[in-house]
């Protein structure tokens, strides 16, 4: 079931120089929401701006009934955002898209790949799975402050690797660095997840294709809409059929896809 | 909701033979099918449900980037993706049978063929209300010239649609053209029984950081509130033009636009790119119809259609 909401912002807080967590009253949507899952948010009802933009289901805590998103006050929706207080209230429509299936297979070791701002949802699967099965969370950003749910992750009983590209945190480099050696390594079957930059989804998902190993991503596109209906953020994935790709909505068979079902070369991203 | 509504405001609408419980539809391709709509509101309280376009084979749809956000409204080019006119029937339009609401089926084509077997297999059809012909598309024999910018085109579209449907035929017509009376006229000789417009008026966005078009096929069509004082204009001068009724489309975004629509000419209204942000404004349009209705001292919401001449 998916929920139009008017939700009151319970907190609203700073987490680095740019990035914010934002917590909302919405027991609708924190008791169904699974992890990838999204909602749409609107602040503003001026059409500036006009449309609609997706974040990320964060921490949802059915008990309290409540959810977080976070995100980074760059552009011009984001900096609009920061504005809102605790206290008022913001247009939230959700649960939307599909959401990551943990991997079953009982030896199964799951690894974890974070991107910058794509940390929320990994963080959700990570909740899920972290206690009964061997997890690994790699957690990637180019600088220490950008690195997102570093203390979550911390906190649970998983193997944490921050990765940061200027060494300011965790080890220096970055998260395809740290996957190719624990592919390489690997004595058990391995399932990798992922979130993050489009570029570092392609990277990770080509690096487990070279190993066979099973790999899903979340991918990240604009999408005006979020509820299938306006197919402006859709996804070329491999068809049977004579064309060899069709298009499908990451708002609404997404945003969660098999690597190796997406075609890379005309790849989803921001505009 | 439906105790709410007081029995004394009749929002019926009867227009070229398409009879609607109150004069909201959603437009085409800004709605799906209607199934993403379940957990919003039910169907049934809806005028009628537009699909997205249908085609006689499946559309894969253009490139991405397909959509941009602009001041106050989005640029689209999304290339008519839909799984085609078979998948249509056996997939979608079961779903939508199940309302009690009217369906508007949009139909879209490259060539004047295309249009002629749309219009042939999907007549008689048990859940169609109307057709809507998509006369925006480029002509494929005419070098890719839309058959709506031109008038002898939309006549021989429409009336190879006329002669294959006992359907009532809603021609959507272009606002890129230098006067639109003109096409509205072609259109009602070929044989139309309402007129629906605006579709989206053309533009394009430019990224000057990278010095490329924003959109993979570099332009697109233009909707949302951004619109609406150009349609709301077209649609009041194609009424006092054209002796046909007119469904008003164009960035309305609540129940004022849509007054404002039927106080200049339209007998019904479409819902577009607001569904994008919020889905319930279809809904909201017709209670606040309703309580202008109520509040203007009216009983009918037909007693209100073009009073603004």
Redesign the interface.
């Known amino acids: 079931?998916?929920?139009?909401l008017e939700a009151p912002i319970l907190a609203h807080e700073q987490l680095a120089e740019y990035e914010f967590e934002l917590t909302l009253d919405a027991p609708q949507i924190a008791t169904g929401a699974q992890p990838g899952q999204f909602v749409q948010v609107?602040y503003d009802q001026t059409?500036?701006?006009?449309?609609?933009r997706p974040f990320s289901i964060y921490k949802p805590r059915p008990e309290a009934g409540t959810f977080s998103i976070v995100y980074l006050a760059r552009g011009v929706f984001t900096q609009g955002l920061r504005r809102k207080r605790a206290g008022e209230r913001l247009s939230i429509?959700g649960p939307l898209g599909n959401s990551f299936q943990p991997d079953p297979r009982p030896e199964c070791r799951h690894i974890l790949v974070a991107g910058g701002v794509g940390a929320p949802p990994m963080q959700v699967l990570a909740e899920r799975i972290c206690g009964a099965a061997p997890t690994v969370v790699i957690n990637g950003a180019r600088t220490a402050s950008l690195l997102v749910g570093c203390r979550e992750f911390a906190a649970m009983p998983l193997q944490f690797i921050p990765v940061t590209e200027d060494g300011s945190m965790g080890r220096k480099g970055v998260v395809t660095d740290v996957l190719g050696e624990l592919l390489e390594a690997a004595k058990t079957p391995l399932h990798v997840y992922a979130c993050g930059p489009t570029a570092m989804l392609r990277a990770v998902g080509t690096l487990c294709a070279t190993y066979g190993v099973e790999c899903h991503v979340s991918v990240e596109?604009?999408m005006?809409?979020?509820?299938?209906?306006?197919?402006?953020?859709?996804?070329?994935v491999r068809d049977a059929g004579p064309?060899g790709?069709?298009?499908v909505r990451s708002c609404?068979e997404g945003p969660v896809f098999a690597a190796d079902q997406i075609l890379w070369d005309?790849a989803?991203?921001r505009? | 909701m439906a105790e709410k509504q007081p029995a004394d405001i009749d929002l019926s609408v009867e227009l070229g033979g398409l009879k609607l419980k109150n004069p909201v539809l959603t437009a085409s391709?800004?709605?799906?099918f209607g199934e993403?709509?379940a957990?919003?509101f039910d169907l049934s309280l809806l005028g009628g449900v537009t699909v997205?376009a249908v085609t006689v084979m499946p559309r894969?749809?253009n490139?991405?980037?397909?959509?941009?956000?602009t001041?106050?409204?989005?640029l689209?080019s999304?290339g008519l993706?839909n799984p085609g006119l078979e998948a249509f029937l056996a997939e979608r339009l079961p779903y939508l049978r199940r309302f009690d609401t009217a369906v508007i089926v949009n139909i879209a084509g490259d060539t004047l063929e295309d249009f002629a077997t749309l219009a042939a297999r999907l007549d008689g059809v048990p859940g169609i209300s109307a057709l809507e012909v998509n006369i925006s598309c480029p002509n494929q024999a005419c070098g890719g010239l839309e058959f709506g910018v031109d008038p002898e085109l939309t006549r021989q579209v429409i009336s190879a649609v006329r002669k294959r449907t006992r359907l009532p035929v809603i021609a959507k017509l272009s606002p890129n053209v230098t006067d639109i009376t003109v096409i509205a006229r072609a259109a009602a000789d070929a044989g139309a029984d309402i007129l629906s417009l605006v579709n989206t008026f053309v533009g394009t966005a430019i990224?000057p950081a990278t010095r490329s078009f924003?959109l993979a096929n570099r332009t697109g069509g233009l909707s949302?509130?951004?619109i609406k004082p150009l349609a709301l204009y077209m649609v009041w001068r194609v009424a006092q033009a054209v002796p046909l009724p007119i469904i008003g489309m164009g960035g309305i975004?609540n129940a004022g636009d849509a007054v404002e629509f039927l106080l200049a000419g339209a007998w019904a209204v479409a819902t577009g790119t607001v569904?994008?942000?919020?889905?319930?404004a279809p809904v909201e349009i017709v209670e606040g119809i309703r309580e202008y209705l109520r509040d203007q001292g009216e009983q009918r919401v037909r007693d209100i259609i073009g009073t603004v001449r």
């Open positions: 079931m998916r929920y139009q609107l059409y500036r701006p006009f449309t609609r429509v596109t604009v005006p809409c979020g509820l299938g209906v306006c197919m402006g953020c859709v996804v070329r064309a790709f069709r298009y609404y005309e989803p991203g505009v | 391709g800004t709605f799906g993403e709509w957990d919003f997205k894969a749809g490139p991405m980037p397909r959509m941009v956000e001041a106050a409204g989005v689209n999304i993706q990224n924003r949302g509130p951004c975004c569904n994008f942000v919020n889905p319930r």
